[in-house]
């Protein structure tokens, strides 16, 4: 991975930062990307970042709108040279029952958490093929797998990420590109660990292993799935949940 060039979307998030600081460990040239109004929190990220010993580019760009993300590629090419790594982890949530589920509420999950694995990957897909060279993980969750409760918008758009992901692993293995996911259960992030205490006990024991996910776990799997040492690996999932969700 030395010296490759990494893209994670949406990487100034809890498990987006995990992924960043794991690529870095691991000698990627790294570019965190950050919705365009969050300028001054991606700032206040990259110093942090690089405080702590992890020199990041953070680049603006709007994963629901395919000019914008033309625009953040151009620009991680330009600083930082042709994406061999891309992480598709941009992800939000609108959650509400069917019944009330309002069709914004539907279109935002879908074209955030789906539309956007289209808008970026179409943008490096070509360019990974020509050279002979690849690695996309796209992070799906355990919801996508079992569904949940008030949660048809994130669910279908989840489980949208194993078909991409599949269908591409297929186009790209003979060129030299994988295409993998990773579907975390329950991780340790600050929005997690905001939930009112008694409710994430009830979380906790619903995980056989007794505890929540770190968002290390979750870089680290990354990191292998987009080492070049896993190259005859493709179109797999890899579930880490600490058990909740077997299959």
């Not at 660990?193 to 968002?215: D, F, H, S, T, Y």
């Not at 776990?217 to 690996?233: K, M, P, T, Y």
Request: some cysteine.
């Amino acid at each position: 991975m030395q010296n490759r060039v990494a893209l994670v979307t949406g990487g100034i998030g809890g498990i987006g930062t995990a992924i960043c600081i794991e690529l870095a460990k691991g000698g990627a040239k790294v570019a965190a990307n950050y919705y365009p109004s969050d300028s001054e929190l991606a700032k206040e990220w990259q110093a942090k970042m690089k405080a702590d010993g992890f020199d990041v580019m953070v680049v603006p760009g709007d994963v629901t709108n395919i000019e914008s993300c033309q625009a953040m590629i151009a620009q991680v090419e330009q600083e930082l040279g042709s994406v061999d790594i891309l992480i598709n982890n941009a992800g939000i949530t609108r959650d509400g029952t069917f019944k009330k589920m309002s069709a914004e509420q539907w279109n935002a999950v879908i074209d955030t958490n789906l539309n956007s694995v289209y808008n970026v990957t179409a943008q490096v897909w070509n360019g990974m093929l020509d050279r002979g060279y690849g690695r996309i993980v796209n992070i799906s969750s355990v919801n996508g797998q079992k569904g949940q409760f008030g949660q048809a918008n994130y669910s279908a758009a989840k489980a949208g990420i194993y078909g991409i992901t599949k269908a591409l692993a297929q186009e790209g293995a003979a060129k030299g590109v994988t295409v993998n996911s990773i579907s975390p259960g329950y991780i340790g992030t600050e929005m997690v660990m905001a939930i009112p205490e008694n409710v994430r006990e009830k979380i906790v024991a619903q995980i056989p292993v007794g505890r929540l996910g770190q968002p290390s776990e979750i870089g680290r799997a990354v990191v292998f799935l987009a080492g070049e040492e896993a190259g005859f690996i493709t179109g797999s999932n890899l579930a880490i949940n600490g058990g909740q969700h077997m299959f």
